[in-house]
């Protein structure tokens, strides 16, 4: 089992004080922190290593080439993709999403074709599907959810039918932190002949991925909510697919040849990467896998659980706090969104601020699932690996101070 405090080290930006307090970072399910692995291979990277990729004919663009090209295969070993051929790097998950909504979506969807989501989708997961429904006149369909926030199987097998196209939902909610049955709505999907998109943004922190075995046509996430660098994010896609599918945008590097009034793409995955790449960022990433595989993804999870375990049930044991979704710390993998009485999340999270304590309020681009709950607003804490017990405390004692403060207006 690996020294948690001795991981608490690699991350500088735990070590510091908020509001003249410790500061418990818990809003990774936006972004997480950064080991110094990550940020001293960004810094060497530019400091040694920095050329074009894939057009220099010199030793520092063969280097850059061969760094770049290695990071998606140690994304396409994370993943257990058959081929690094069906990794493309985009700029995150929102970007990968939307290229499979501009190419796939755009030759396979007609008029009167369904394409269903869950109830819970982030926007990312929601909007590009929205659009393309709407530019194709074909039906959006939204898969309801259990009593306890999470899909409704049953539901699903009802709603996806022979005219489904396109299924599209996340493996890990970012509101309420529950796992989506990937494998099961994939069989459905199959057997409907559809395909099945799957948002992994929340999942890639926080459990082993595998998109053989989750039989994912597509699965998104962005290398910033798993110790990577921001602008960076990975499209897998199964190759078939991918080789079918039409560019997303045009530009350098990705034909083959260009006349003056056609041209020829290039083969997958450059047919999909126009323009000069995010290179640091894609090295970067690379690093913050060998992090993620060398503490390991299976203790990740453990800890994950162990620490949602202490936390949940101290929090719904605050008179007064009202925890969403289901009340088992096991189904909130990473993430527990709740409310203190009336008062408005913002209020709360800013009272929290002052504790030192980072947390998210809002609808936390997610709508619709937290309009389901039957609110406008939660606050949400997210946790990683990297964040112990006294996080926890700090953030169950700021929320009784809060309490206490806000005493008279409290119903
Ligand atoms: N899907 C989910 C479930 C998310 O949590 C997020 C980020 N909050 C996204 C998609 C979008 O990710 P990004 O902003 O990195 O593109």
Redesign the pocket.
Known sequence: MPNWELVRQDFSELHQNMNGERLAYLDN??TSLKPTSVIDRLVSFYQRENANVHRGTYQLSFKATAEYENARKIVQRFINAKSSREIIFT?????S?NLIASTYGEQNIESGDEIVISLA??H??LIPWQQLAIRKKAVLKYINLTPTGEIDLADAKQKITAKTKIVAV?H???VLGNVSPIRELAGVAHQNGAIIVV?G??AACHVPIDVQKLAADFY?F?G??MLGPTGI?VLYGNQQLLEQMPPYQFGGEMITDVQLDNSQWDQIPYKFEAGTPNIAGAVGLATAIKYLEQVGMTQIRIRDTKLMAYLVPKLIAIPGVKVYGSQNPQQHVGVVSFNLGTLHPHDVATALDMEGVAVRAGH??AEPLVHSLGTNATVRASLAFYNNQADCDQLINAIKETKEFFKGELR
């Not at 700029?91 to 970007?95: I, L």
Request: aromatic share 0%.
């Open positions: 399910a936006a700029r995150g998950t929102t970007e999403i989708e982030h990312s997961n996340a890990i909610g970012n948002d943004a929340q998104a962005s910033h909510k994010g936390h681009c």
